[in-house]
């Protein structure tokens, strides 16, 4: 390992130790990407999926979706992390679901294996 390297791995670990002994003031970064009815509605029709089968990869209930798109409420804890996950893999979400993915002419579609 480079000398460089391996001052840039002791920088972090020393930074992420100060975080965890409640020193924020680190220089470590937080990313957080903001679920709202616009990240929700596009990552789902990215992942070509309906309201319903969006329900049934979610858990969540149909209801839940429509009120999540609509902006009345937003996911919270797992399903906020779900929908994270599947903005970014959708294939394995799906799969999880037990759904399959298929191309159409309109482009993709997802459907009940």
Same mark, same amino acid.
């Given at each position: 390992?480079k000398?460089?390297?391996?001052d840039?791995?002791? #920088?972090g670990?020393?930074?992420?130790?100060?975080?965890?002994?409640?020193k924020?003031n680190t220089?470590?970064?937080?990313h957080?990407?903001?679920?709202?009815?616009?990240?929700?509605?596009?990552?789902?029709?990215k992942?070509g999926l309906?309201?319903a089968?969006f329900?049934?990869?979610t858990g969540?209930s149909l209801g #839940?979706?429509?009120?999540w798109?609509?902006?009345?409420?937003?996911?919270?804890?797992?399903a906020?992390?779900?929908v994270?996950?599947?903005a970014?893999?959708?294939?394995?979400?799906i799969a999880?679901?037990g759904? #399959?993915s298929?191309? #159409?002419?309109k482009?993709?579609?997802a459907k009940?294996a």
């Amino acid at each position: 390992m480079k000398e460089h390297d391996f001052d840039g791995l002791m #920088t972090g670990l020393k930074e992420a130790l100060s975080y965890t002994k409640g020193k924020r003031n680190t220089g470590a970064r937080l990313h957080k990407i903001a679920v709202d009815r616009t990240f929700v509605a596009a990552n789902r029709l990215k992942a070509g999926l309906s309201q319903a089968q969006f329900a049934n990869v979610t858990g969540a209930s149909l209801g #839940t979706v429509r009120r999540w798109e609509s902006g009345e409420r937003s996911p919270s804890g797992a399903a906020q992390m779900l929908v994270r996950t599947l903005a970014r893999a959708q294939e394995p979400v799906i799969a999880e679901a037990g759904m #399959t993915s298929v191309k #159409t002419e309109k482009g993709r579609r997802a459907k009940a294996a």
